[in-house]
C-alpha cells in the first residue's frame, strides 16, 4: 500500500500576505488620488498643451514622495499603533521597521531627481511639501498645528503644477488662500472618523482641542471657506467661473447631505462617509480652480 503524499499547505488568503502589507503600507488609494490630482493639475494649468513627459515627471515626483510620507508616517507611529491600530503591517511585525526605512530612502530620490529636472522651483516645491509631510508625522500630528502641514500642501500643490509646466498664470498667488483653506477642510474632514481611536493621552490635535461637537461644525466652516475662496479668486481675476460650477455644486450637495445625515446621528461611519464623498471633491476643486484661473 503506497503512501499517500503530504496534502500541501493551504495559501493563506491575499489580505495576509506580504505583498498585501506593503500594499497596504504604501496607501495606494492616498497616492493615486494625489498622482490623479497632479496630472489633472498640470494639464488645466497648461490648457492642455503641456508635454506628457512633463506631466509625467512632476506626476512620479508627488508620486514617489507621497508614498515615502506614507510610510514614514506609519514608522513615526508605530508604537502607538500598537494599542490603536494593530492591522497595519508595522505594528502586526509584517514588515520590519528597517524594511520601512529603505523604503522611504530609496522612494525620496525618485521624488528629488524627477522634480529637479522640471527646475529648481518645482524641486523646491517638492522638498517643501515633503518637509511638510515629515514635519506632521513627526511632530504635528498630535499638536494643536497639525492642519498646518495640510494647509501648506494644499497651497503648494495646484503651484508646483504651474510651475512643472511652464504655465503663466496670472495671480497664482490666490493659490496660497484657496489651497490653504482646501488643506485644512480636507485635514479636517479626513481626520474626523478617527476622532475616537485617536484619542489618547497626549493628543492635542484641534479636533480634541475643541471636542468633536465644536470640530464637526468648524469642518463645514472650512469647506464653506474653500469654496467661497475659489469662486470668488476665479471671479475677481476675471477668470472662467464655469470651470469651477461643477465641483462646487457638487460639494455644496454632498457638503449639504453630510450635514443633514450626521445632523441626525454622528457615527464613525457617516464620518467615514463624509471622507470620501468630500475630500476627492475638494481635490477637484483644486484642479477646475487651476483651470478657471488659467481660462
Known sequence: MTERSPSPAPRPPFRRSTAAAWLRLLRPVTVLGLVLTVVGATLTASGGEAAWHQVLRYAVAVGALSAAAAIFNDLADRERDRNTRLWRPLPAGRVSARQATLA???????????????????????????AAAGLYSSALRGSFFGWAAFALIGALLPVGAAEAVGAQIDQLWWAVPVGAASGIAAFLIYKLPDYERDDFAGMRSILHWMGIDAALPLSWAALAAALT????????????????????????????????????????????????????????LLVCWLGGMGG
Open 104 to 130: 522611504t530612502a530609496a522612494l525620496l530620490p525618485f521624488a528629488v531627481g524627477f522634480s529637479a529636472s522640471l527646475g529648481w522651483r518645482a524641486l523646491v516645491i517638492v522638498i517643501a511639501m515633503g
Open 229 to 284: 475662496l475659489a469662486a470668488a479668486s476665479v471671479n475677481v481675476s476675471d477668470g472662467n467661473l464655469a470651470w469651477v460650477i461643477a465641483p462646487l455644486v457638487y460639494l455644496l450637495a454632498a457638503g449639504l447631505g453630510c450635514i443633514g445625515m450626521l445632523w441626525m446621528q454622528v457615527s464613525e461611519r457617516r464620518l467615514m462617509w463624509q471622507r470620501w464623498l468630500l475630500v476627492p471633491g475638494l481635490a477637484v
